[in-house]
């Protein structure tokens, strides 16, 4: 299994990003997939997920905000991100759902079971 996302860089706050993240090792189709962030010294903090028909839950913190989506065809999961704040600095990381986790469960980051290297996102001006 292999997580590899991308599309981080350094945005002006009220600015836009959108991440990828690319899974090859596995049939991307049949897994939920996960979107987390870390600041250096601080806990993992879900984001988003997405299930494999779309269904998605996204945290309280970034609602209204962030936008995940995938791609079946293309083994791809994104997250737009809009609205950006200097809060939203973080390295960026994908994961795969363990299969099983029931649906109120997908924000637990002890549910995940692969993990992709992260991408660096920074907002400031």
């Known amino acids: 299994v292999q997580l590899q996302a991308s599309g981080g860089g350094l945005v002006q706050p009220g600015g836009s990003l959108r991440l990828s993240c690319i899974a090859s090792?596995?049939?991307?189709?049949?897994?939920?997939m996960g979107w987390f962030r870390q600041a250096p010294g601080k806990e993992r903090e879900a984001i988003s997920y997405?299930?494999?028909?779309?269904?998605?839950n996204t945290a309280m913190s970034v609602k209204g905000r962030f936008t995940v989506s995938r791609d079946n065809a293309k083994n791809t999961v994104y997250l737009q991100m809009n609205s950006l704040k200097p809060e939203d600095t973080n390295v960026y990381f994908c994961?795969?759902?363990?299969?099983?986790?029931?649906?109120?469960?997908?924000?637990?980051?002890?549910?995940?079971?692969?993990w992709g290297r992260g991408t660096q996102v920074t907002v400031s001006s």
């Open positions: 997405i299930r494999p028909s779309g269904g998605t």
């Open positions: 090792g596995f049939t991307f189709r049949n897994y939920d």
């Open positions: 994961a795969r759902l363990k299969r099983g986790t029931i649906h109120s469960d997908g924000l637990n980051p002890e549910r995940y079971e692969y």
